[in-house]
C-alpha cells in the first residue's frame, strides 16, 4: 500500500545523499588521513543524525523551525560555524611539511567516538537536510500515513546513508588508493577544506 511512497523516498535519498556536501566531503577525509575504520565510523555517526532529522519531523519540531525564521538562521548559522571551523582545521593541517608520503597516512589513530561524533555533527547540523527531511514528512509523505510506517522510512534512510558512505570508505580506505590520493600532495586537503568553508559562507549568507 505505500510502496509508492517508499520508492519516491528512496530516490529523492539516493540523489540527495549521493550529490557532493559537507557529509562527503568529511568521510573522504577521514578515510584517506584515518583509513577505513575512521571512515566507517564517521559514517555511521552521518548514518545515525539521519534517526535525529526523522525524531524531529515526526515530533513536529520541523514545521516549527520552518514557521520561525529566526530559529532555523541560528540553527543555520550554527552549522555554517561548525563547517567554517572544520574547514580551517582541515586547511590548518595540510600546511604540515611532510618528509614522505607514508607519513601522512600515520596520523594518530582517532578513537571511534570522536569519529562519530564528527560524522553526527557534520550531517544533524546540515540545514539542508533539515529542509530535505521537512520536504520529505511534509510532501511526499502522506499526513495519514502510520507512525511506525514512518518510522520504518527513516530506519530505511539511516542504514542507506551508513551503507553508502560506508562504502566510500572501504574504496577511499585501500592503503593503495590512500597513498595516490595523498601523492596529489596538500592540495588535495586544502581542497575538502575550501569546499566546507565555501558550503558554510552559502549557509551563513542565506540566513541573513
Known amino acids: 500500500m505505500y510502496w509508492a511512497e517508499f520508492f519516491t523516498i528512496a530516490i529523492a535519498h539516493l540523489f540527495?545523499?549521493?550529490?557532493?556536501?559537507?557529509?562527503f566531503a568529511v568521510v573522504m577525509r577521514q578515510s584517506v588521513?584515518?583509513?577505513?575504520r575512521s571512515g566507517v565510523w564517521t559514517s555511521?555517526?552521518?548514518g545515525s543524525a539521519i534517526l535525529l532529522h526523522v525524531a524531529y519531523c515526526l515530533l513536529g519540531v520541523a514545521l516549527l523551525l520552518s514557521q520561525s525564521?529566526?530559529?532555523?538562521?541560528?540553527?543555520?548559522?550554527?552549522a555554517a560555524g561548525y563547517l567554517f571551523y572544520l574547514?580551517?582545521?582541515?586547511?590548518?593541517?595540510?600546511?604540515?611539511?611532510?618528509?614522505?608520503v607514508g607519513e601522512a597516512l600515520e596520523e594518530p589513530v582517532q578513537s571511534a567516538a570522536r569519529a562519530f561524533s564528527l560524522g553526527f555533527l557534520t550531517n544533524g547540523l546540515n540545514p539542508k537536510a533539515t529542509l530535505f527531511f521537512l520536504a520529505l514528512f511534509t510532501v511526499v509523505i502522506d499526513p495519514s500515513t502510520p507512525t511506525t510506517i514512518q518510522i520504518m522510512y527513516g530506519l530505511y534512510l539511516a542504514a542507506a546513508t551508513f551503507l553508502w558512505f560506508a562504502l566510500l570508505s572501504l574504496i577511499l580506505?585501500?592503503?593503495s588508493v590512500r597513498i595516490f590520493i595523498v601523492k596529489m600532495g596538500?592540495?588535495?586537503e586544502r581542497a575538502m577544506?575550501?569546499?566546507?568553508?565555501?558550503?558554510?559562507?552559502?549557509?551563513?549568507?542565506?540566513?541573513?
Not at 16 to 23: C, F, I, M, R
Not at 33 to 36: E, F, I, Q
Open 87 to 100: 574547514g580551517v582545521q582541515s586547511i590548518r593541517a595540510s600546511l604540515i611539511k611532510l618528509d614522505a
Open 44 to 46: 555511521l555517526g552521518v
Open 173 to 175: 580506505g585501500i592503503r
Open 16 to 23: 540527495a545523499v549521493a550529490s557532493p556536501g559537507p557529509d
Open 186 to 188: 596538500v592540495w588535495l
Open 193 to 208: 577544506g575550501a569546499i566546507l568553508i565555501l558550503i558554510s559562507l552559502q549557509i551563513a549568507l542565506n540566513s541573513v
Open 69 to 78: 525564521p529566526a530559529l532555523f538562521n541560528v540553527m543555520k548559522l550554527l
Open 33 to 36: 588521513l584515518g583509513g577505513t
